[in-house]
């Protein structure tokens, strides 16, 4: 069966520290991968996706993950967070075709001066 | 401008009463989806759409019913809302072709009393 695991329910960083969100998924197809972005009241906004090819991909706002197939992970990291980056971060797995995407159930990451 | 737009955001309503969420895009999409989100949980798909006149049922058990006579507007209808029904709704849609990136609405939070 399709899941995508979260581990971390919350993250707190300072602001210019490194982050790194953790993603495992499991699926029986070649996954497609994602990492969206929610903040407060909105709707979700695509940071990144993996579909093929190097393993490492960038998103916007200085953001990027890296796939790695053998742990089944697909980790979202950035060098050097804003407090403007203090959201709730979903990781989702797809494969073509799919009738939809699975989600992660969340990380909520707060930035402190 | 391309987006996904959803009204109302914000809707408190009494036990009983039928509801309706309104979701409309302009990217043409023909792909189009309801997902169910609560607090700490991942999202779940309630109603999909491939295009007019087709609609399904997502893995979320859901009691409301959805349409699609018109490619850019998918609406949500709950005929007796209950305080169970309570939640936030995102619309999403899906640009044609084998991947799955979606694009979503800034979601409607519904509170039932």
């Known amino acids: 069966a399709q899941s995508v695991t979260q581990p971390d329910i919350h993250i707190t960083v300072s602001e210019g520290a490194s982050l790194e969100l953790r993603c495992n998924y499991s699926?029986?197809?070649?996954?497609?991968l994602f990492w969206y972005v929610q903040s407060p009241g909105q709707g979700l906004q695509l940071l990144l996706k993996?579909?093929?090819?190097?393993?490492l991909v960038q998103g916007i706002k200085g953001f990027e993950a890296e796939f790695k197939r053998s742990q089944s992970s697909f980790n979202l990291r950035k060098p050097s967070v804003h407090w403007s980056d203090a959201a709730e971060y979903f990781c989702a797995v797809g494969s073509t075709g799919a009738n939809n995407l699975f989600f992660g159930t969340g990380t909520r990451l707060t930035v402190i001066p | 401008e391309a987006d996904i737009y959803q009204t109302p955001r914000y809707l408190v309503i009494g036990t009983g009463k039928k509801i309706t969420l309104e979701c409309s895009q302009t990217m043409g999409h023909d792909k189009m989806y309801w997902y169910q989100q609560d607090p700490g949980m991942e999202l779940h798909l309630i109603h999909y759409s491939y295009g007019v006149n087709s609609t399904e049922k997502g893995d979320l058990s859901s009691e409301s019913t959805v349409s699609r006579i018109r490619t850019e507007h998918f609406p949500l209808t709950l005929e007796s809302a209950r305080p169970s029904h309570t939640s936030q709704y995102l619309c999403?849609?899906?640009?044609?072709?084998?991947?799955?990136?979606?694009?979503f609405g800034p979601g409607t939070r519904l509170t039932v009393l």
């Open positions: 999403a849609s899906r640009v044609q072709g084998p991947y799955n990136e979606q694009f």
């Open positions: 699926y029986g197809a070649t996954p497609y």
């Open positions: 993996y579909f093929s090819g190097d393993t």
